[in-house]
């Protein structure tokens, strides 16, 4: 990739942790692992009570299947739940959204 496609790509990125921070959860972690660690905590789907996660879990599926169970990355998993708002005591991806 070359040096203005990282960038871009950056911004992208930076802009999806900030929506994910924005929604109480770890400043270091991106909305679809977010919804990606929802997803198997409830057995590799989203709970109906879930609207909004749903619908962007739906709509991320389009672009790429399974994204967000495969945006999950497995090694900071704890640190994100030590630093989420909402998320930590229980490695459920946003227990206020129930």
């Known amino acids: 990739m070359n040096k203005i496609g990282?960038?871009?790509l950056n911004i992208a990125l930076g802009v999806d942790q900030l929506g994910n921070t924005l929604w109480g959860?770890?400043?270091d972690e991106t909305?679809?692992?977010?919804?990606?660690?929802?997803?198997?905590?409830n057995g590799g789907k989203i709970p109906w009570s879930r609207p909004w996660?749903?619908?962007?879990?739906?709509?991320?599926d389009k672009l790429q299947?399974?994204?967000?169970?495969?945006?999950?990355e497995r090694d900071e998993v704890e640190q994100i739940?030590?630093?989420?708002?909402?998320?930590?005591t229980a490695d459920t991806g946003g227990t206020h959204d129930r």
């Open 25 to 27: 959860g770890s400043p």
């Open 81 to 88: 739940r030590t630093e989420s708002i909402f998320d930590g």
């Open 31 to 41: 909305i679809s692992s977010r919804l990606g660690r929802i997803k198997n905590a």
């Open 6 to 8: 990282r960038y871009f």
């Open 53 to 60: 996660p749903l619908v962007m879990d739906w709509f991320l």
């Open 65 to 72: 299947k399974d994204h967000c169970r495969l945006a999950v």
